[in-house]
């Protein structure tokens, strides 16, 4: 069995990143969407439990999906599941370099690792967690930004936090 790790740190969960785990599911015969401590990120909107939630919520439809959390080195999850692969989701030609210097990273932690990147859809490469936070928080509309699923969490938690800031 193939199995994939999705590690992010989801604050919130964006269509971008539910985009990449469903063409993720098909490559692969398991995938699990791994919540990560984001130490560029220090304070969350949601908690990682929270975060969990929301993505269960957005997956529960994809037979093949699991959702956990970590808080440690990703190349020691992976090896601790099985997992062969490390799918990142790239947005523009910026995300590159620091997820390049992850991979090889990841690849000296554990060599049986392989790093597969997942351009973003045209849709959503514009798309991140911290635009999702800086508009909601501004009281902008972000129903084509995040599913369904989670919206009205997310705005209740976030809507005029950025005014209030």
Known sequence: MKIAVCPGSFDPV???????????????????????????KPESAFTTEERVELIERCTRNFDNVE??????????YARQHGAVAVVKGLRA?????????????????NPDLETVFVTASADYMFLS???????????????????E???DDIVKRLKGKEARS
């Open 14 to 40: 964006t269509k971008g990143h539910v985009d990449v785990i469903k063409r993720t599911a098909k490559m692969f015969d398991k995938v699990i969407v791994v919540v990560m401590a984001n130490y560029h």
């Open 67 to 76: 959702v956990d959390m970590y808080n440690g080195l990703l190349a020691d």
């Open 93 to 109: 030609v910026s995300d590159f370099e620091y997820e390049f210097q992850q991979a090889l990273t990841n690849k000296k932690l």
């Open 129 to 147: 967690s911290s635009m999702v936070k800086q508009v909601c928080g501004f009281g902008g509309d972000i129903t084509d930004f995040v599913p």
């Open 149 to 151: 699923e989670v919206k």
